[in-house]
């Protein structure tokens, strides 16, 4: 049975995942099966819960097509995002984006950035301990962060709405 090299140019092309831009075998199914995996560590050891949200609400930002469909759910991954870098994930700040976003909130939804961060959950998986993973999951959530640079002030505007709701 022959096999493409893994660096050639269709193995690339194949399994990269169209969302992120991820290299990893299977494409976004295989992306996905990262995250799955990364995330199951929360559930195994107390020392990964702290990064949870985070990690979660930067893997939507990069996979909008499954997580941010709707303006209301993009609004919450970015909105999160921004609470989970800008404001240290403060639980006020993120209950009252819920309660915000589960009233009737009339928002439209930006345009999908193509580029969407440096990094990718595959730098995440590669952390061998605790504090890898939660420098990891904070220098991915910041890059994606930073590649929504041109929405920061909508994400302001928005969790200032949470706010003041």
């Known amino acids: 049975m022959s096999r493409t090299s893994p660096s050639s140019p269709q193995a690339l092309a194949s399994d990269r995942c169209p969302e992120c831009g991820a ?21 195994s050891h107390p020392g990964y ?6 990690a979660f609400d930067t893997y939507c930002m990069q996979h909008l097509q499954p997580y941010c469909r709707s303006a209301k759910s993009y609004a919450a991954h970015l909105t999160r995002l921004c609470c ?8 006020k700040i993120f209950a009252a984006i819920q309660k915000w976003l589960n009233g009737s909130v009339a928002i439209e939804k ?14 995440v998986h590669l952390a061998s301990n605790v504090e890898e993973h939660t420098k990891r999951v904070h220098a991915w959530a910041q890059s ?12 302001h505007a928005w969790i200032k709405d949470a706010l003041g709701a």
């Open 23 to 43: 290299l990893v075998i299977g494409g976004r199914a295989g992306c996905q099966a990262l995250y799955d995996e990364v995330s199951a560590r929360s559930y």
């Open 84 to 91: 989970g870098i800008e404001h240290a994930g403060n639980a």
């Open 49 to 54: 819960a702290g990064t949870h949200a985070l």
């Open 144 to 155: 994606v962060w930073e590649a929504y640079a041109v929405q920061h002030d909508l994400a």
């Open 110 to 123: 930006p345009e999908a950035l193509s580029y969407r961060g440096q990094m990718t959950i595959t730098d």
